[in-house]
T-cell receptor
Framework: QKEVEQNSGPLSVPEGAIASLNCTYS??????FFWYRQYSGKSPELIMS????GDKEDGRFTAQLNKASQYVSLLIRDSQPSDSATYLC???????????FGSGTQLTVLP | EAGVAQSPRYKIIEKRQSVAFWCNPI?????LYWYQQILGQGPKLLIQ????????DSQLPKDRFSAERLKGVDSTLKIQPAKLEDSAVYLC?????????????FGPGTRLTVL
């Protein structure tokens, strides 16, 4: 059973702080990794993808991947109340040819 | 560019009844996915189509769930008969290809409540 694990939270940070979201995966064959944001009652939307070890930055978001440790993280700098949502980590396995999602971390940014 | 369309948005049925959901993917997207998202969990893949062929249906409860993709475009997901544990949001997604590099775009979902 291929698994993606996330802390369910909730995680609360003050406005302007850095929010750190973590994810581990069990399938060493996973090739690509995604962070989706899901507002309450809405569908997931992709915010970051990462395929290689290291960091990838996009605006206020930085994704980090460490394949040796089977660990993926998402940092949100200068957090805003509008960032309050559930963040889903997902790993793509080439052998299974499917995306496996974690259960999500609920983030609340306090004004 | 129009997004993934789904209908209905909400459905309430009694257990043992049947229900069907419809999805229209983004134009030109060859790959279509149906996910089930139970409250508090991440989406779980039920079935994946490449054009009108099934790529993966290993997690589809085939005794009660069925899906088809007509002419490689629209798709329907059916549950017959429904159980209480089928209460969830059913998400349809599409992508240009099947590679893990292809972003999946999600529709608004259908929220199913089974009483």
């Amino acid at each position: 059973q291929k698994e993606v694990e996330q802390n369910s939270g909730p995680l609360s940070v003050p406005e302007g702080a850095i929010a750190s979201l973590n994810c581990t995966y069990s399938d060493r064959g996973s090739q690509s990794f995604f962070w989706y944001r899901q507002y309450s009652g809405k569908s997931p939307e992709l915010i970051m993808s990462i395929y290689s070890n290291g960091d990838k930055e996009d605006g206020r978001f930085t994704a980090q991947l460490n394949k040796a440790s089977q660990y993926v993280s998402l940092l949100i700098r200068d957090s805003q109340p509008s960032d309050s949502a559930t963040y889903l980590c997902a790993a793509y396995s080439g052998s299974a040819r499917q995306l496996t999602f974690g259960s999500g971390t609920q983030l609340t940014v306090l004004p | 560019e129009a997004g993934v369309a789904q209908s209905p948005r909400y459905k309430i049925i009694e257990k043992r009844q049947s229900v069907a959901f419809w999805c229209n993917p983004i134009s030109g997207h060859a790959t279509l996915y149906w996910y089930q998202q139970i409250l508090g969990q991440g989406p779980k893949l039920l079935i994946q189509f490449q054009n009108n062929g099934v790529v993966d249906d290993s997690q589809l409860p085939k005794d009660r769930f069925s899906a088809e993709r007509l002419k490689g475009v629209d798709s329907t997901l059916k549950i017959q008969p429904a159980k209480l544990e089928d209460s969830a949001v059913y998400l349809c997604a599409s992508s240009w290809g099947t590679s893990g590099l292809n972003e999946q775009f999600f529709g608004p979902g259908t929220r199913l409540t089974v009483l």
